[in-house]
C-alpha cells in the first residue's frame, strides 16, 4: 500500500473516531469505523441533514466516505443548496436560482467553482441612445468619483475630469428587471452637492451617505450628505433628492481620497485620506445614524494598540459583522503600499465601543506574482463566497493595472497567510488597465460594475501628460461555467 493510501486511511480512520464521539452515546459500543458507520445510517436522514450542516465542508465530504449508503445524503442537491445558503446567505442562492444559465447546474459545482474562483468574465456596457434626441448626453469621463448600486440604479456622482477640473453632477441608471447590458444614463442633479472628487459615498437601505472630498481648488470638505433615492413605477421615472444629513458639532477633520465602507447597513466608517495641507491622515471614524436617517453623531475610534500607518486611495471593505479589511494605499512617503488590517468591533456594542486593528501579516514572496500587488486607487469588494475582489489601481511608477487578485477571508481568518492571495484571469472584453475607477457589486456578489477612472493615454503612460480620464463601463461575472 502506497505511503498515500496509508495516509488517507488515517485521516478517515481519524474522522470517524471524531464522528463516533458526535453521535454518541449511540457510537460509543462501536469498535471500529464499520461499526460506526452502521450506527450513523439508523439516524433518521432529516437528522443526519441537520447535522451535516453543522459542520465544515472539507467534514462532509469525508463523511461521504465512510459509508456508500450515506454518499447520495452527502452528496445530495438539497444538501449543497443549503450548505451554499449557510456559506454564502439567501440572497446569492436566490440569484443563482434565478439565472437562466446557472441554474441548471448541481449545487456542489457551483459551490466547488466559486471555492476555485480561478476566472472572472468581463462585459462592456453600452450607453442607450435615445434615436428622438439631437445630442446624447451622457457622462463626462471622470476619475476619483462615486459609484453605488441602490435599489437597482447605478448612482454615479462628481469625480475629477479633464482641466483638473471638478464634478457636481448626479447620473442614474437602472439595470433592475431585463437588463440588456445597455445603460439609459438619466442627469438628475447639478450642484447638489458641491462639486467634488476623492469623497466617499455608501448606500444605507435606499439611500445614500455621502462624506468629504476634494473640490477643483483643493478645498478639502467634511460635509455629510444623505441623497433618498425613488423609483416612480408609473411613470418610470427616477428621483434622487440629496440634502446636508444634520449631524452633531464633531465631524471628522475635512479630507479626500479616504477609504470608507458601510457597517450591517446601519453605520458608516471612514479611515485616513488626505488632509489639510495635503497631511496624509490615519484616523478612524464612524457615523451612526438615526433610523429614520434623518441625524446622525460622528465619533473618532481610539485605539490603544498598533494602528494601519497614515495613507490615502486605499479601500475599506465590510466583510460581515463589525469587521472590515483596509488594504493597500500611498503613505505618508508617496510608497505604495500592500498590507492588510482587519478592524474588528465584535464586542463594542456602540460606535465608540472596543474596536481594534489588527495588521494581517504575509510575505509578499510567497504569492504568486505577489509583487504585483501593492497599489493606489484600486477597488476591494466583497463578493460570493466571502472573498474580496481586488481590481485595477496604479502602482509607484503611476502604470495603471487591469489585474484581478482574490483575497480569502477564510484562509485569513484560519491564520492559513500563505493561501490569502490568489490571482485570477480575466476573460471577455477585458477592460483597459485603470485607477481611480469606480466600482459596486450587487446584492448576490455576483456581479460587479465599474465605471471610468484613470487610463493610459497616448503619449507616455508613466507621464501625467500620457493620462486621460475614462467613461466606459464594464460589468465582471464572478461565477463563471461551461455549459454542462
Request: glycine content about 10%.
Amino acid at each position: 500500500m502506497s505511503s498515500e493510501n496509508q495516509a488517507t486511511r488515517e485521516a478517515n480512520q481519524e474522522f470517524i473516531s471524531k464522528k463516533q464521539r458526535l453521535f454518541s452515546p449511540m457510537a460509543e459500543t462501536s469498535s471500529n469505523g464499520s461499526a460506526a458507520a452502521a450506527s450513523v445510517t439508523l439516524i433518521p436522514e432529516d437528522h443526519l441533514f441537520s447535522i451535516l450542516l453543522l459542520l465544515p465542508v472539507e467534514s462532509i465530504l469525508c463523511f461521504a466516505m465512510t459509508c456508500k449508503k450515506l454518499k447520495s445524503l452527502a452528496y445530495s442537491d438539497s444538501l449543497w443548496e443549503s450548505i451554499c445558503k449557510r456559506d454564502w446567505g439567501h440572497i446569492p442562492v436566490d440569484s443563482l436560482k434565478g439565472s437562466n444559465r446557472l441554474h441548471q447546474f448541481p449545487w456542489k459545482k457551483l459551490y466547488h467553482q466559486v471555492y476555485l474562483l480561478d476566472s472572472v468574465f468581463c462585459t462592456r456596457l453600452l450607453s442607450h441612445k435615445n434615436p428622438d434626441a439631437v445630442l446624447e448626453i451622457l457622462p463626462c469621463p471622470r476619475a476619483s468619483h462615486s459609484l453605488n448600486l441602490v435599489s437597482g440604479c447605478l448612482v454615479l456622482f462628481g469625480g475629477g475630469c479633464e482641466g483638473g477640473r471638478h464634478c457636481d453632477d448626479t447620473w442614474v441608471a437602472y439595470i433592475g428587471n431585463d437588463f440588456k447590458r445597455k445603460l439609459n444614463w438619466q442627469k438628475i442633479a447639478s450642484g447638489i452637492p458641491s462639486g467634488r472628487f476623492g469623497h466617499s459615498c455608501i448606500v444605507i437601505n435606499d439611500s445614500l451617505i455621502l462624506f468629504g472630498g476634494i473640490n477643483d481648488h483643493g478645498a478639502r470638505q467634511n460635509d455629510t450628505w444623505i441623497g433618498r433615492l425613488t423609483l416612480h413605477d408609473r411613470s418610470g421615472s427616477i428621483t434622487l433628492s440629496w440634502r446636508l444629513l444634520d449631524i452633531t458639532s464633531t465631524a471628522p477633520p475635512p479630507r479626500g481620497a479616504h477609504a470608507c465602507c458601510s457597517l450591517n447597513n446601519k453605520r458608516m466608517v471612514i479611515h485616513g485620506g488626505i488632509g489639510l495641507s495635503g497631511l496624509r491622515l490615519g484616523d478612524t471614524w464612524i457615523l451612526n445614524l438615526s433610523e429614520d436617517l434623518c441625524f446622525g453623531r460622528w465619533a473618532q475610534v481610539v485605539v490603544d494598540q498598533n494602528c494601519p500607518p497614515s495613507r490615502s486611495g486605499h479601500t475599506l471593505t465590510h466583510i460581515g459583522g463589525e469587521q472590515t479589511i483596509l488594504f493597500g494605499g500611498r503613505g505618508v512617503g508617496y510608497e505604495v503600499l500592500h498590507d492588510v488590517w482587519l478592524l474588528d468591533g465584535a464586542t463594542s456594542s456602540d460606535e465608540e465601543g472596543n474596536w481594534r486593528w489588527r495588521q494581517v501579516l504575509f510575505e509578499l514572496h510567497s504569492v504568486p506574482r505577489g509583487f504585483d500587488l501593492p497599489r493606489v486607487g484600486h477597488s476591494a469588494s466583497l463578493i460570493i463566497g466571502r472573498r474580496l475582489l481586488i481590481y485595477g489601481g496604479e502602482d509607484s511608477n503611476r502604470r495603471r493595472k487591469d489585474d484581478f487578485w482574490v483575497l480569502d477571508i477564510g484562509s485569513m481568518v484560519n491564520g492559513v497567510y500563505r493561501k490569502m492571495w490568489r490571482r485570477v484571469e480575466s476573460e471577455g472584453e477585458r477592460p483597459n488597465c485603470r485607477s481611480f475607477h469606480g466600482g459596486c457589486v450587487d446584492d448576490s456578489g455576483r456581479f460587479l460594475y465599474v465605471h471610468g477612472g484613470m487610463v493610459d493615454g497616448v503619449i507616455q503612460p508613466s507621464d501625467p501628460s500620457g493620462l486621460r480620464f475614462d467613461g466606459e463601463s464594464f460589468v465582471v461575472e464572478v461565477v463563471v461555467l461551461q455549459q454542462p
